[in-house]
């Protein structure tokens, strides 16, 4: 095999929220979505991640948010970095060192940054030139959503299918997300096992994958006919779907909290009373109101002193995956490493 050294990778990647959300694998394997997903990528939640091949070193070392990790966390590194050795005949460990610019403690999944920007940095580091969708479908192997990261504005990952894809660029629909973070802790349980277990043993599991792709379709053609009122009752109904099966999961997966459902109601009474506002919520209980842009500012100073509401952060549809070529990019993440 090669041995390459100093070969540097860097990278910088969005989180995204599943506007039509995707729970569940499918039977095919290789962490294929069961069902078709959409999204809209994030501008200010990023990672960015440094991969660098080196001489002497015995196993892949991993530094996320200037902390060394170990165990599970570094495996799924480490088998990402293994399709990428393998791809480009390298049998070098790795240095990995990645920074979120939003606290972990905020439950704000990194999963799907994290693992954008570690399949591009690797890529890069590798010296290989893939084309976004190859990164795509590396990134969606290790978390499913990572595969929408790739791409900026508004993304779908289908059913079975190893990338995902635009649907429409950032500046298409001017909306925004406004995340009210209303427990700051890290989720209890991994996405996929949750997934695993509402697959054999939710009573309504079927009818979830029965409707969820019905969901998909109005969410899609909502985003591009930038119809909000359509957007938001398809994106709730999606929302409630997904977490109908986990809440009726045995034992139960309960992501809600008190502050959740008191916000699901406030978001249903004001849209009735003519702000255009509507919630999504993923595998956790934070909640998040999407808005078009220009009902952003009035958003905000509602939700900002809501009762049960720790911190907000606010986004808008943001850019896809980006080399980096600054040696500083890493600093400057952690100078950035604060949200309002
Ligand atoms: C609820 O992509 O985190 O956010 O593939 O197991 O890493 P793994 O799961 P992950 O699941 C995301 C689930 C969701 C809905 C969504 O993003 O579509």
Redesign the pocket.
Known sequence: MAQRTNDLGRAEACA???L????G?SKKGD?L?AVP?L?MTLDSLRTRTEVKFETGLTEDLVVLNSQLVHGSETARVSALLDRFRNLADIDLKARVTSMNNFPTAAGL?S??SGFAALAAASSQACGLELAAAELSSQA?K?????G?SLFGGFVELLSETPQASPVAPANHFPLAMIVLIVRSSRKEA???WG?QHTASTCPYYESWLHHAPEMFAQVRSAVLEKDFTKLAEAMEHSTRL?HATMMTSLPPILYFRGATVELMHEVAKRRAAGHPEAYTM??GPNVKVLTPAQNLEAALAFYKSYPGVESIVTCRPGPGTAFLSHSSALETAQRENEVS
């Open positions: 995204n929220i599943a039509a959300k995707y729970w694998k962490n979505t997903s999204s999944a999963s799907a969606r290790s978390s499913a959503s990572a929408r991994s996405s996929s997934m997904m993923d595998a």
